[in-house]
């Protein structure tokens, strides 16, 4: 029982749509305006960030936490097509620098999932041709904060972001169209490589030799729903190699094997610093397309809660390319805080008994947030959000991972003070 954190730097993850709140001109606020949110919460409101960032990190600074992922929001820097917005960039340039003199780390995310409509209507990642917008924003990200900000994501998890938007058409701008789908994981990954050649190169003319790049990658474990079905268990593979092994290997190392496709007819190369893990949950392959296992513990999202997945997807990674493990996101929805103490405790465990060099672990997420289509209804954070009075609260979790943190990992004492008598439910 326990397990000792040897080093790991534990902190939180966000997205600057999630949190900040505001009617900045992106897709998900046109998308609430389409009324397409399920609980018909705007992105507008969600934690206010925007204005109440200064007391936010405070709150991560008395919680222990050491350091922080978080975004910026492309349609509040470029609100128009070429016309940037100096107080935005000022804005995030006073936020760094806060989190900062709290002794907190910054991972700076310069795209999660939110674009600007101007580049939305321009066809956006589907069209090769409009990456050189997203290369201007990274130009100016780090022109404006690189002296500030040594590591950074690209974009975070394109894949998710390709389905979701292009494939299962759930999110903005909701189309079902396998080519575009292709054709958004391939122009991503053009984009991250010219990025991650971009950052160094500019931090390098800065005078820095400390810059660190990846992309946030989501991974999940596949399986057949039914293992005796040998059609389940290649739709299982096929699934797996479609969704995140393909894409993987090209945006790590510049291989582009099919499904797809170097537009921009890139060599070969290492294209991270360090692996960047998102992880959540597994998913069981049937004829009925993806689903999840049965009789399996489940978060209030009935996402199956499996956490030796977080060392099958890391050691994935490694043997791609081997580099330090960030975890950039783990996390589960869990709106009464009943049994996020006991996930917490189990996926740490696992990373922290691999072997595997895990150097950081950012939990998904600090406060409750906007959760995309499931809105406010969907919690994730250590610290509760009543929306209405925008007043934080610690939760049980949040009390766990601080105390976690100040002795360095988990102990019998506090493993029987938070972890034990929590438990799943099962579906
Ligand atoms: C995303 C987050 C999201 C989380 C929980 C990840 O896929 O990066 O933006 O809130 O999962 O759904």
Known sequence: MGFQLKGMLLGA?????????????HNWNDWYHQGKIKDGSDPARANDHYHRWREDADLMATMGLQIYRMGIEWSRIEPEEGKFNKD?????????????SLGIQPLLTIHHFTNPMWFEEKGGFTKFENAPYY??????????????????????????????????GEWPPAEKNLGKTIDVMSVMTYCHIKAYELIHRMRKKMGYN??????????????????????QRIMA???????????????????????????????????????????YSRSAVSNAGNGFLDNVPVNDLDWEIYPHGIVECAQFLYDVLPRPIYVTENGTCDNQDTFRCRYLYEHLKELCDSGLPVQRYYHWCFCDNFEWLEGESARFGLIHVDYETQKRTVKKSGQFYSAMIAEGGVDEHLYDEYVDGQSYRIK
């Not at 904060?145 to 894949?159: A, F, H, K």
């Not at 810059?211 to 596949?222: D, G, W, Y």
């Open 237 to 279: 593979k096929g699934s797996e190699w479609a969704f995140q092994k393909a894409m993987t290997v090209a945006m790590c190392t510049g291989r582009f094997q099919f499904p797809m496709k170097n537009y921009g007819k890139l060599p070969k190369g290492e294209y991270c610093d360090f692996q960047a893990l998102n992880y």
């Open 135 to 168: 290369l201007r924003l990274v130009r100016l990200c780090v022109r404006y904060l690189g002296d500030l900000v040594s590591e950074y994501i690209t974009i975070n998890e394109p894949n998710v972001y390709a389905v979701n938007s292009w494939l299962f």
């Open 13 to 25: 993850a966000s997205a600057a749509t999630q949190i900040e709140g505001g009617e900045c001109g």
């Open 88 to 100: 935005a960039v000022a804005h995030y340039r006073q936020e760094i620098k806060y989190l900062k």
């Open 210 to 231: 400390d810059t660190k790049v990846s992309f946030a990658n989501h991974l999940r474990c596949f399986v057949p729903k039914d293992a005796t079905d040998p059609m």
